[in-house]
């Protein structure tokens, strides 16, 4: 198919990976002598018109650094009246033929409703989370694994110098991917998720448990979404954003609190937060964004609209947008029964 300029933007939360997918993609679109427009801020800078060329030399030297040389937003275009309508308007204006988002559930919510508009339209799955339906890994996963990971091997040796209970908030608003991972490779004693609701009363009890045959130190992971049945979601804030998410923190120090409480074990908490989104990506993360980045090109020439690309197994493939809108992907069982073999 014959196209000559396309639009690409990030959208939603930053993560490692970003930039090497926008390189791919421009460099990919130049060789085969397609012109790239970037837009600033996600889908604000499609409301405002907020753009700035692609060219080499723009993606030169941004294959290792972190974050988005474009910007990002939480921006919804479907929540202001007339917003929507100015985003096509201005890609009609700027003749951008066909159009490539990077982004989690909610920018590639927006993008299958523009497509369902009649705009020429690839996604490409960004999240540290990791659950995004129909892909077997999204970029920026890997890197916040790693990143948790050294920290709860940090936390190791300070905690048994001390004989404390160690308890580390990750991030994972609807699954617990980065927790799971993380705590398998860190060796935490007890791992917290979405997927599985627990009572304060057992975990204090895993770790009473622990500590009676003679370990004097936890590590306790939590995901920030994770459910105690015996409260309510723990939220920083009840303000939601334009797309009804809530802002998520404060469960570790919850646990924390209850498990001094009930144990009697000294406890501290440690929040890794944004640590996660940020810094130099991995070489997993590098080469999966640069393997998504071409393939959106790839399915553009070939007319392949209103699909997002996805790791299946080692192929790079092209899945209907469709499939992948709303469905969340919770960690797999198998995984976390694992996990749980080296609680307590």
Known sequence: MSIKRIGILTGGGDCPGLNPAIRAIVRKALS??????????????????????????????????????????????????????????????????????????????????????????????????????????????????????EAIDRLHTTAESHHRIMVVEIMGRHAGWIATYAGIAGGADVILIPEVPVKMNDVCRMIKKRHERGKNFSIVVVAEGAKLEDYDLILKTKEKDSFGNVLLGGIGHVVGKELERQTGFETRVTVLGHIQRGGTPSAFDRVLATRFGVKAVELLLNGEFGKMVALKGNEIVGVPLEDVIGEIKSVDMKLYKIAKIFFG
């Not at 801020?41 to 972190?66: Q, Y």
């Not at 204006?93 to 009649?118: N, Q, R, S």
């Open 32 to 149: 085969e002598n397609i012109s790239v427009v970037g837009v600033k801020n996600g889908w604000k800078g499609l409301i405002e018109r907020n753009i700035v060329d692609l060219d080499l030399k723009s993606v030169s030297g941004i294959l290792p650094k972190g974050g988005t040389i474009l910007g990002t937003s939480r921006t919804n275009p479907y929540k202001k009246e007339g917003n929507a309508e100015k985003v096509k308007k201005n890609i009609r204006a700027l003749k951008l033929e066909a159009f490539i988002a990077v982004g989690g559930d909610d920018t590639l919510g927006v993008a299958f409703k523009f497509y369902k508009e009649g705009i020429k339209i690839v996604g490409v799955p960004k999240t540290i989370d990791n659950d995004l339906s129909c892909t077997d890994f999204t970029f920026g996963f890997d890197t916040a694994v790693n990143i948790a990971t």
